[in-house]
Structures are given as C-alpha cells and as structure tokens.
C-alpha cells in the first residue's frame, strides 16, 4: 500500500515554523529534512524527535477520545523516524518510536510503545502454513488476500508438484506487497499497544491495547474494519476485512478471514478461519475451519481437522498421532457436523455431513456416505444411527441461523452456494449410503446383538438399518420435489450418475470441478484472484445444475412419486421437528414455555406455505406420453 501523497504536495518549513517547533520542545537532525503540507499549524506539534526523511500533513480537526475529552490533531510527546503523517492525524504519547511508516489521514496513534517497519517485508503475506498434516508440509498454504476456503480446498485435491505450482503464484504476488515501509490506512485507530512491527493496515483498522502485533497484514475497509483487541499477540497472519481478535486472544501463522472473530483467550497456530467462524477460550492447530465453523468453550482442542458449518461441543479433543510416526493424520467433517460434550475424534476418518458425534470415534471409518448420523461411540464400538439427525429443531434452527450470521461486506470472498441442507452435495452421499444399506441388508445378516457391521467395527442396529433406508428415501424425494422443474433445454443437462463435491461451501459437479483443476494444471490459473472469481461465477450456477442434476438422476416415475409424495412428506418433517421440540420443551419446564410457543407459531406458519407450495408443485406433475 502507497500513501496517497505526492513529493510536489509538500514544501520546506519556513523559519518562523522551525523557531516555533524548537520553542516547543522539538529537535530534528536535520530541520531541512521535513517536509510539511500547506495548512501546517507548528503550534501543534510539542516534544516530538525528528529523524531521516518527515512529512507532516495539515492538522485542523479535534478528536473525541471519551466522554468529555477532546484532543486536538497532532504530534506530541513522540519520537518519528523516516515518517509520512497525514493530514488530520494524532498522534502522542509514544513511549519507544515510529520508524519507517506512511500514515494516512485521519489516523490516531496514542500511548502506543514501538511501531516499526525494520526492513523489507511482506507483512505476513506468503506466510507458509502447515495446515492439515500438521508435522508436514504436504498441504502448505501461502497467506494471501485471495486466499479463500475454496482454494485450499482445491489444494488439497492436487498432487504435490501442482500444490506447489499454486502456492508458487501466490509468492510471484506476494511480491507486490513487499516494501520497506509500513503503511497505516486511513481512518485507523492504534492505541495502548506494546509493540508493533512490520504490520501493514487498510482502512479504519482498530489496535486497541494489544500486546504485541508483528509480521500482519490487515485487509480492512471502511464498510468492514479490522479490530485486534487488548491483550492480542498476534504473529505472521492475515486478517481479512471485518476479521476481529480480541481479549487476549494468541494467534500465530494464520489467516483470519471476513467477519471471522477469535477471542477468550483463544489459541490458534497454522489454521486457516474462513467466513464468519466463531472461535472464543479454546485451542486450535492446523486447522481448517470452513465458514461458520463454531467453538466456544475452554477445553476445546482442534487439530488437523477440515470442517464447515462446524459446532464443537464443550471438551471437544482431536488427536492426529498414533505416537509414533508423528501428528500426520488429518479428519474431515462434511458440513453442518456436530460434537456432544466431551467427545473425542482420533483422526483419520470422515464423517458424514449434519452428523452429531458422541462419545470417542477411533474406528476411522469413511462414514460420509451417512449424512445426518448420531455416532455413537461407547467402550471402544461405534454405532451408527442413520438420517434421524434430519427432522430434528436443532438441524431445523442451523440450517435457518447461518444467513442471519453473515456479517461479511458486499464483496464477499467465500462462496456459499446454498444453505439448503438437502443440497446436492449432500443428497450425492445420501444415495451412496441408502445403497450400502440396502446391500448390507439383503447381503448380510444382524449379529447376536441384532446389529449389521458397516465398516472397520461401525455397527448400525437392525432398526436403524430400515429406518435409515426410509430416511433417505424421504430425503430425496424432498429434494427432487423441492428442485424439480420443466427442463427448458433438453440438451442442457450433466452426467447421469455425476458426482457432486462441497468446497467448504461451494458446490460443484465433478465435470466442473475437473476443469477447474485442468486449468490449474495446464498453468492457465492468470492469479489466485482469478480462480476465486471462477469460484464465484460457478456458485451463481448452482440453482440451475441442481435442477439439471434432478433432471439427469431421477427416472420420470421417480419425479412423479417425489411430487405426489411432497405434501405428505413436508408434513411428516414438520410433524417430526415439531414433536422433537415438545420433547424438550416437556424436559425444560416452565420457563422455556414462552420461547416454546413463539418458536410453533413460527413453524406452524411456515408450515402453512410450504405445504401450500407443496400442492402447487405437484399439479405440475410432468406429462408422460403413452
């Protein structure tokens, strides 16, 4: 970042002004070494030191720092070497010095201890961080602006040699925003704090009393300010617009991303926090938290994990190493995963998007093809519980909060494609699943305990077994009631049987998704911004490839049963989120009662026009031809 003064925006200081600066306690090496703006007040600047090349801007305005304290713009009481202050700035009562910094205007920087730029840096920008596999580099990440949930998503599903080639350019662009200054953004508020060095900000950037900021760059923008709070130490990261760390607060080789906020004494080391995640008193380590990835409590500990949609439940702990070979292992949680209290995840496995755990899962069992699970895990076995997290009001409520909970700008980097939980993605794994049990059924048989082996020691009882199958079936003809429509263009449709994966957000067919990793392999990729922008157009595509995705998956008897189906359907699931609140509400007693009733009317209501919907839709069941 430049300042947005010019050489020819300055001028000498005349000798009245020199005389009146001395008179005031100032001192210069050399006073024909400062440059000042016209509009220059000297009565304004007292005590202030001097050094290499200054320039002072014009200081006219009064600050309010409290109630009823107002403190003129300025300089004093500071030491300043090699300086650019803008105009309008304040700036006192530093305890060490500013070395080799732009100011813009409007800035304030009081009671701060040192502040400087002590060589060519980046800032923060190019940082590599180990995500993931956290004793290796096999899924390194270079911080950049552009760095977003979807390219390291993409990242990690190249090779080595490839991974390498992306992580290359952003280094090449890392370059741009290497330079021996710092550059403090317009608007910004830097106050009470011990030590920054070699930090770079945006716009209306807040550094409130924080203990030590260093190696960071701050992408923040007046519609979205950057705050790092009293007691932060925060190192070698970036944060993205609207990113907030606070309360004491240590973080270290991270990317902190829009409208992310860390705080509580929170713990992070080489993670990656993308949109709108929530992170208050525990600990996290080569972590990937997709957006609105959520953790709230102290004895919470997260490691090699890549999740989204994420809640960790209190005591949650991740282990990702045998003792042996080291803490190479990494888990994945698909979208909208869950933790009971005290449940602890021994990696590698992955569970199934919506799937609430409990208890100690060590089986590292693929158990994505089971959306909408309990995992139950007692003594050593795991129990499967198939689709039964689906009509639950704790699933009904995530699903509605999260766009409420979007406080990103309206340039926004993570791409959402859709909060729907029976999106395709999920409804992809939900045919999977339904297949496998259905197989299991008609090729096995229950044990003694009346329970079906699934994979690596995961058990499913008989009753969840059907129950589960009945599950899904539901599911989908939800979904391909809910997303069907009259094909406008018979030629426009994917492959029968296509896959569907989720970027930590976005959704993408796999056609789609190998061009994209052809481009990147091809050396067509012109910037990371680039692929995000691709990234976004994509996501834009999606409430189109959905319905082509009904159209090329489900057979025409299929779409008509879905859409007769649809109103029975809709009421069983509304039916089913509506007994499962009762029971709470029977558990809570009396003083829930009031929320109880408001949160029925609500479904009622929305009950009323889904079903009326319901019934619109299915009068367009399509024509068959005899």
């Given at each position: ?32 070494n400062i440059r000042v703006k016209d509009g220059f007040d000297p009565g304004r600047v007292e005590d202030v030191r001097f050094h290499g090349q200054i320039r002072l801007g014009a200081f006219r305005r009064a600050y309010k720092l409290g109630e009823g304290v107002f403190r003129p713009s300025g300089i004093r009481r500071a030491e300043l070497y090699h300086a650019t202050v803008g105009d309008d700035c304040l700036i006192e009562h530093i305890h060490g010095h500013i070395a080799n910094y732009d100011i813009a205007d409007g800035v304030i920087i009081t009671g701060v201890g040192t502040m400087v730029t002590d060589g060519p840096t980046s800032f923060g920008i190019g940082t590599r961080v180990n995500v993931l ?494």
């Amino acid at each position: 970042m430049e300042t947005r003064n010019n050489p020819s925006d300055y001028r000498p200081l005349t000798t009245h002004e020199v005389l009146t600066l001395e008179k005031q306690g100032c001192r210069a090496d050399n006073w024909e070494n400062i440059r000042v703006k016209d509009g220059f007040d000297p009565g304004r600047v007292e005590d202030v030191r001097f050094h290499g090349q200054i320039r002072l801007g014009a200081f006219r305005r009064a600050y309010k720092l409290g109630e009823g304290v107002f403190r003129p713009s300025g300089i004093r009481r500071a030491e300043l070497y090699h300086a650019t202050v803008g105009d309008d700035c304040l700036i006192e009562h530093i305890h060490g010095h500013i070395a080799n910094y732009d100011i813009a205007d409007g800035v304030i920087i009081t009671g701060v201890g040192t502040m400087v730029t002590d060589g060519p840096t980046s800032f923060g920008i190019g940082t590599r961080v180990n995500v993931l596999s956290e004793a290796g580099d096999y899924f390194q990440a270079s911080l950049h602006p552009d760095l977003t949930a979807q390219t390291f998503c993409l990242l990690t599903m190249l090779k080595p040699e490839e991974r390498k080639r992306l992580n290359e350019m952003a280094e090449a662009e890392t370059k741009r925003y290497r330079s021996p200054r710092g550059h403090v953004g317009q608007g910004t508020t830097i106050t009470g704090t011990r030590r920054i060095r070699n930090v770079s900000t945006g716009a209306c950037a807040a550094i409130d009393c924080a203990d030590c900021v260093e190696e960071c760059f701050l992408c923040s923008t007046e519609e979205a300010p950057v705050r790092v709070g009293t007691g932060v130490i925060c190192r070698r990261s970036l944060l993205q617009s609207g990113a907030e760390v606070t309360d004491g607060a240590k973080v270290s080789d991270c990317l902190v991303g829009q409208s992310v906020h860390l705080g509580k004494g929170f713990s992070a080391e080489a993670s990656l926090f993308f949109a709108n995640s929530y992170m208050d008193n525990g600990e996290a380590c080569a972590v990937c938290a997709g957006p609105y990835t959520v953790s709230h409590h102290k004895s919470t500990l997260l490691i090699g994990g890549m999740f989204s949609f994420f809640n960790a439940g209190s005591g949650t702990n991740m282990s990702n190493h045998a003792y042996k070979l080291g803490p190479l292992h990494y888990g994945t949680m698909d979208r909208g995963c869950k933790t009971a209290s005290g449940t602890h995840l021994v990696w590698d496995g992955h569970i199934g998007a919506f799937s609430l755990v409990m208890g100690k899962y060590d089986s590292h069992a693929d158990l994505s093809s089971f959306p909408f699970s309990y995992l139950f895990c007692a003594n050593g076995q795991a129990t499967l519980l198939p689709g039964i997290n689906f009509a639950t009001v704790g699933t009904y409520r995530d699903i509605r909060k999260w766009p409420s909970r979007d406080r990103r700008p309206s340039t926004r980097l993570d791409c959402i494609s859709t909060y729907d939980a029976l999106n395709a993605y999920v409804i992809c794994r939900i045919r999977e699943g339904r297949a496998q049990l259905e197989r299991l059924q008609q090729q096995g048989k229950p044990d003694d305990d009346g329970a079906y082996t699934l994979q690596k020691g995961v058990r499913i009882p008989d009753k969840a077994l059907q129950r589960g199958i009945d599950l899904y079936r539901r599911m989908e003809q939800l979904y391909v009631a809910r997303h069907w429509q009259a094909p406008a263009d018979e030629t426009a449709t994917l492959p029968a049987g296509e896959a569907w994966h989720d970027m930590l957000g976005t959704l993408l067919p796999d056609s789609v998704l190998d061009n994209l990793l052809d481009i990147v392999r091809r050396g067509n990729l012109l910037s990371l911004e680039h692929l995000r922008l691709l990234f976004a157009r994509h996501c834009s595509d999606y409430p189109l490839w959905v319905a082509r995705h009904v159209q090329a998956t489900y057979t025409t008897d299929e779409i008509e049963a879905a859409l007769r189906n649809y109103e029975a359907n809709l009421r069983q699931y509304y039916d089913d989120i509506e007994a499962d609140a009762r029971k709470e509400a029977d558990a809570g007693g009396q003083p829930m009662f009031p929320h109880f009733r408001e949160f029925i009317a609500a479904l009622h209501e929305e009950k009323a026009e889904q079903l009326k919907k319901a019934k619109e839709k299915a009068s367009s069941l399509p024509c068959r031809e005899d």
